[in-house]
Nanobody, 115 residues
Framework: QVQLVEAGGGLVQAGGSLGLSCAAS????????IDWYRQAPGKQREFVAR???????NYADSVKGRFTISRDNAKNTVYLQMNSLKPEDTAVYYC?????????WGQGTQVTVSS
């Protein structure tokens, strides 16, 4: 059974930092690309960042230079370090993997950035 469990959300002032983590189980973690997505109230879920099997990273333009995605295969965990946070970063953040032909999502963690 595949499980993704996010942690680390919270309330932070604009300009501050937060770190998220996503612990995976039930998959061969080192064999999958892993993404972070987010969904703000009233908006569609959007891509934030991806880290490939080999460690290549990609970011949405809106977070480039402020967010950093990383992975620790020994701990089956992916991280998202978020710096210089803005109110528009407020959203529920989800980690995602495609394992085989199935998409798996975590339950999400709320990030709220106050102005």
């Amino acid at each position: 059974q595949v499980q993704l469990v996010e942690a680390g959300g919270g309330l932070v002032q604009a300009g501050g930092s937060l770190g998220l983590s996503c612990a995976a189980s039930g998959i061969i973690f080192s064999a999958v690309d892993i993404d972070w997505y987010r969904q703000a109230p009233g908006k569609q879920r959007e891509f934030v960042a991806r880290i490939s099997i080999g460690g290549t990273t990609n970011y949405a333009d809106s977070v480039k230079g402020r967010f950093t995605i990383s992975r620790d295969n020994a701990k089956n965990t992916v991280y998202l370090q978020m710096n210089s946070l803005k109110p528009e970063d407020t959203a529920v953040y989800y980690c995602h993997v495609r394992y085989g032909t199935i998409d798996y999502w975590g339950q999400g963690t709320q990030v709220t950035v106050s102005s």
